[in-house]
């Protein structure tokens, strides 16, 4: 009896039938682990560059206005980026901000420079920035020159996974900064377009406006023309120099 319980234990131990069966059972809920992990990485790395795109495409489309920028022009942009970021709805919060680099005192050190906020608009749950939050933005700004302004493009997404492991969802949250294209400065109705004389107009395509250096008799923007045809500037008008302050031989 003894021998026949022998016989038959070793050969249930001898026994291969079925162990490809047992290994899937083992392996196969660690392999769907690691492909809903790898896969959860890869979605999140790809919505981090579509946000950053969009993110550098409004950078970039405020760096190029010459008019006054407001706030039906901010909604749009918003909504533009809802577009880019294939997102809707209270998910994605939005902030533009123009800092300005100034140096304080004398000297030419500027390691007393400070940054300036020129204006801040906001859209979502984020707040405008103020000035006291320059402090904090101080380490990520970038080195401009003195009088120099640069844009601040912010954008904070709600990504929600479709397969939940450690968390419901995060914000995937970009910032840019852009350097104006085509003028000193880019204005905001309102905050720097003269009217409170803080900050001054930056006579591009606004020349018959306050601003550094002649208004209307020295722009070279869309009314250069009027300005050229203006007797009040054609009066003032020189002839063109070699650059060394003597008038061109004809």
Excluded at 160 to 178: E, H, K, M, R, W
Excluded at 188 to 200: A, H, I, L, M
Aim: hydrophobic residues 35%; contains cysteine; charged residues 20%.
């Amino acid at each position: 009896m003894s021998a026949r319980i022998h016989e038959r234990v070793s050969r249930f131990i001898r026994d291969t039938k079925g162990d490809a069966s047992l290994e899937a059972i083992i392996i196969l809920p660690a392999l769907l682990v690691i492909f809903a992990i790898s896969w959860l990485y890869f979605d999140v790395m790809r919505q981090q560059a579509i946000n950053q795109k969009a993110n550098y495409t409004i950078g970039d489309i405020i760096s190029r206005e010459t008019e006054i920028l407001d706030d039906t022009y901010v909604d749009n942009a918003r909504n533009l980026l809802f577009h880019l970021a294939q997102a809707q709805g209270d998910d994605v919060d939005m902030r533009i901000s123009v800092v300005q680099f100034n140096k304080n005192g004398t000297g030419t050190s500027t390691g007393n420079a400070t940054y300036d906020l020129v204006w801040s608009v906001a859209r979502g749950d984020w707040p405008a920035l103020t000035q006291s939050d320059m402090a904090t933005y101080k380490p990520v700004l970038p080195i401009l020159a003195i009088g120099d302004q640069t844009i601040i493009v912010e954008s904070r997404d709600w990504y929600q996974p479709l397969v939940q492991l450690a968390n419901d969802g995060f914000d995937i949250t970009t910032y840019s900064f852009t350097r104006p294209r085509f003028a000193s400065q880019v204005i905001f109705e309102g905050e720097n377009d003269g009217s409170g004389k803080t900050w001054q107009n930056n006579g591009w395509g606004n020349g018959d406006q306050d601003a550094p250096g002649g208004s209307l008799c020295n722009n070279n923007a869309e009314n250069a023309d009027e300005g050229a045809a203006s007797t009040e500037c054609t009066s003032t008008t020189t002839k063109p120099t070699n650059g060394k302050g003597k008038k061109k031989n004809t």
